[in-house]
């Protein structure tokens, strides 16, 4: 067992066989998914003058309870042409620009007009300011809105677009090829023959990635044949920044991963990993692209993605923390202890509660259709009552 390699171990040296991509200036419309690669700093306040938060009058606060005369008018997209004096309101709407003079919205459902009278008929504001948003209450010219290398989500990217910078720095999108392998294996769709069973991994994994600023083209396939195997990673090395290869990992004579990858004049950086299901992931490299070879079994393929696919991918894109968080949150059943490798147990995280599921053997793939949480187990954890808090990666 000692041989094994630990999992963080093998992120961090897999992380390491490559420095992230070249960084890219993109529109606001592109970016989503993609990752920071400078600090976005404010360019501008935000908002760049006091505006009202409401549609209603403009007034002095020390003029309450009223009456006031109206004098005008204050609209989104003009700024308004008038001082308010003491006893006067301006007409304002939401977004428009508070008049100098003015210190208060009061709103129009509070009051009664008469022509250009003015009067209380509500409770009014309560406080100075009320119903104004001030001058750089957002956020100020100089602020650091978001940090390098932070994942650009919906409302990440309408506060950039808002710092007034007119494009985004970004981390670059790693080209990834997926590979399966295997003769048993066939496409979707086609009747399987004895012993034939579909591709299930290729479009998982094409799912997985599907949400990652990554170019991911179609699954390749490719028979249990060394030869072939070795001339397509060579031809696939020269076009991606990641080959992932899915089953032929381990150690059967079919499995022709390790092998192909040295025909090809590869390297392997590591073998073997310290947990279930998983254990012979293979890292490495050929040209300047890294390969993974995930093991083939559908759970495992699946939690490998997770915990080193990922975050190869994220990592290459720039982000910051490419490694999936770890949460907490109490058993909702006993479980046993832990083994001689950590255990990524599918489970589901339901009313907060973690249950993981009965059966854990990682040839089966309807359990991750279910599952919408790992569980971790420690090596040589001791058994655990319902209750006790467990540690868990969120998975979609
Ligand atoms: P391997 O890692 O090649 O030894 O495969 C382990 C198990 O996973 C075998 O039962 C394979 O049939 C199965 N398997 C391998 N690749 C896939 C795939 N792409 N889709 C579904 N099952 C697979
Ligand atoms: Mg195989």
Redesign the pocket.
Known sequence: MSALLPVEEAQARLLALRDPLPTEQIGFLECLGRYTSDNVVAQRDQPAAPLSAMDGYAIRFADLPGPWTIIGESAAGTAPDRVTGAGEAMRIFTGAILPDGADTVVMQEDVAVDGTALKLTGEGPDARGRHVRGRASDFAAGDCLLPAGMRLTPGAIAAATMSGADQLAVGGRPRVAIL???D??VQAGRAPAAGH??????P?LAAMLASEPAVVGLPHHVR?DREILSRILKDLARRHDVIVT?????V?D??HVRGALEDAGGRIDFWKIAMRPGK?LIAGTIGDAVLLGL????S??FVTATLFLLPLVRHLAGARDPLPPIHQAPLATAIDGGGGRRDYLRARLETGRLTPFIGQDS?M?LPLAVANAVLIREIGAPPRDAGAMADYIVIA
């Open positions: 399966t392998t295997g048993e294996l069973i579909p591709d299930s991994n290729g998982m249990d899915v089953g032929g990992a381990s059967g079919h499995d012979p093991p083939g079994n559908p495992s393929a040839g793939t």
